[in-house]
């Protein structure tokens, strides 16, 4: 096992690197000057080569790819340009924000979902199956972005149920010790605050986990479909076992492996996703920050914000890969 | 007659249906597809007719029409309203389709031709190539596809051509993966040994042999293809980097500034999004038709 995590972290190695230097070399293709748009429209020659320098823009880009990785060994992504804060900084509060908002859409997700797929593979072929499978097709032809803002306004504009923007309500006003809300307000023993940062992360977690909810019901219903048919549930049905039994102990537990890896895939769709629900909502987290970074052309948080996503992503798929090889003993780890 | 020509004859009844003909047969008592024709039938048609089904010129601004609030709703006149500088939004929405039908076209031809042509590569030649080819393919995985298209859009400008591109090339490593399993499935074959025993060279085996046989998952991954490249063209127009021009009558662009007058004006959202989930549905419903009616193991049951 351990051996296997090693070749997976070793397999790793080269695509981190691909990565940073194509993710590099990227922003230094991005038209526009990062200097001239930093200093705005009364940039003269001088502030501009002055700028230039300040931030190694005029040195070789192997040089500066270079300087920039042992940078980032140590740990340092660089400084915004625009807001002139640590890149790292700015991460440590807006990456708590998506993954709050992710974890949500996908807690969700997994709720709905798999009970839906279940209960509509119990009764294959009925109503209640053939609505569900209506609903995740439309669940997954609705754009996020166009489901976020139908919820916002009929749920926050008409209704006022819930609220508009952001992560949480003017009034509170608690610490933010790890960034993730809901949790800060459960250290702080506020149940104000906390019910109102669950509050702010309805909609939003509603919108971005249509998808995933669509897909796992989906993937659920087929997987419980085929196990269903199984030697080893048939025998356990001849047995006399009762059909709840069978259902927990048999069915349900080997129909939830693929389950277990499509939830893992969705870590990226979840974070496409993330882009646009956060600008509908006003989210500040990755998503929103590195929409406005493409429009400031503020180089160094789009190189390290981008760096860092990927890898979480590439992170998160090796912990899906390996838990998979866990679950079932079928994988072989070589 | 003897029992060896019964049975051949036997043989040549069974095998005039073949494999699309099969397909075809459950693809048309499928309803759900039959819903995704007409809906992709309707699509396209608005596509191709938007000029003469288009009452209105989608860009012609009318600020009379506002009497100084935005936005009056559906009319006589103006069947799905008009939005906050008085153009037609019926008549954009029906433009609307041009935009979506083209960068889905093109977008997902881009994807396919570069990925089966990695794909096939990668498969066939294995060894080296594959190992590059694949591990360039994994890099690009590793950025999330929205993401990836965001930036390359923004690297080439913002507009319709980046648009195509940007969703084009994040296509790529998912149909060069989906033609390298297949190629590689197909490679231990019968009929790819009994070629090679015989002496076909290796390019005839890879076009004639190979690729022919890899088509069908390939269409079902294209037709699916096109709903998420509609869906993610219409993100990256909301997102600001749809046409320069912002008066296109892009379904996405034309959703974002909608935020500011969903309490006024929530037909303005409204309709766009029902169009783009209109067609994608479509799409979908016809790539999920194929899906079942090409699958091997569901051959010969109508």
Known sequence: ?334 | MSVAQLESEEIQLEATSGLWSDAWRRLIRNPAAIIGFVLVALFVFTALFAGVIAPYDPREQNLDLLEGSCCPGPSADHWFGVDDLGRDVFSRVVYGARFSLLIGVVSVTVGVTFGLLLGAMSGFFGGKTDTLVMRFMDIMLSIPGLLMAIGIAAMLGPGLLSIMIAIGVVNIPIFARLLRGSVLGQKGNDFVLAARAVGVPRRTILFSHILPNSISPLIVAATLALATAIIDAAGLGFLGLGPQDPSTPEWGTMLTGTVRYLQTAPFLAIIPGLAIVISVLGFNLIGDGLREALDPKLRGRT
Do not use: C
């Not at chain 1, 209640?128 to 504009?157: C, H, R, T």
């Not at chain 1, 104000?192 to 986990?209: E, F, Q, Y």
């Not at chain 1, 087929?222 to 039994?245: P, W």
């Not at chain 1, 190189?303 to 992170?315: E, K, M, P, R, T």
């Open chain 1, 1 to 334: 096992m351990l051996r296997f995590v090693v070749r997976r972290l070793m397999l790793l190695l080269p695509i981190l690197i691909g990565l940073s230097i194509l993710v590099f070399l990227w922003v230094r293709a991005l038209p526009g000057d990062p200097a001239a748009a930093l200093l705005g429209e009364r940039a003269t020659e001088e502030s501009i080569a002055q700028v230039r320098e300040q931030y190694g823009l005029d040195r070789p880009v192997y040089i500066q790819y270079l300087a920039y990785m042992r940078l980032v060994l140590r740990g340092d992504l660089g400084t915004s340009i625009k807001s002139r804060r640590p890149i790292t900084e700015e991460i440590s509060r807006r990456f708590p924000a998506t993954v709050e908002l992710a974890g949500a859409a996908m807690l969700f997700a997994v709720v709905v979902g798999i009970p839906l797929g279940f209960f509509s593979a119990k009764r294959h072929g009925g109503v209640f199956d053939n609505a569900s499978l209506v609903g995740s097709l439309l669940g997954i032809s609705i754009p996020i972005f166009f489901l976020a803002l139908i919820l916002k306004w009929l749920f926050a504009v008409e209704l006022g149920l819930f609220p508009t923007i952001g992560r949480q309500s003017a009034e509170i006003s608690i610490d933010h010790p790890t960034n993730f809300y809901v949790l800060d307000g459960i250290i702080a023993l506020d149940p104000v605050a906390t019910s109102d940062a669950i509050w702010h992360l309805v909609l939003p977690a509603i919108a971005l986990g249509s998808i995933p909810l669509a897909i796992i019901a989906r993937i659920t219903r087929a997987a419980v479909l085929d196990v269903q048919n199984e030697d080893y549930v048939r025998t356990a049905r001849a047995k006399g076992l009762a059909s709840s039994i069978v259902d927990r102990r048999h069915v349900f537990r080997n129909a939830m492996l693929p389950v277990v890896t499509i939830i893992g895939l969705q870590a990226g769709l979840l974070l496409s996703g993330a882009i646009l629900t956060e600008t509908v909502f006003a989210i500040p987290g990755m998503g929103s920050w590195l929409a406005e970074a493409i429009e400031a052309r503020d180089y160094p948080v789009l190189q390290g914000g981008i760096l860092f996503v990927a890898i979480i992503f590439v992170l998160v798929n090796l912990v899906v890969d390996v838990s998979y090889a866990l679950v079932d003993p079928r994988v072989r780890l070589s």
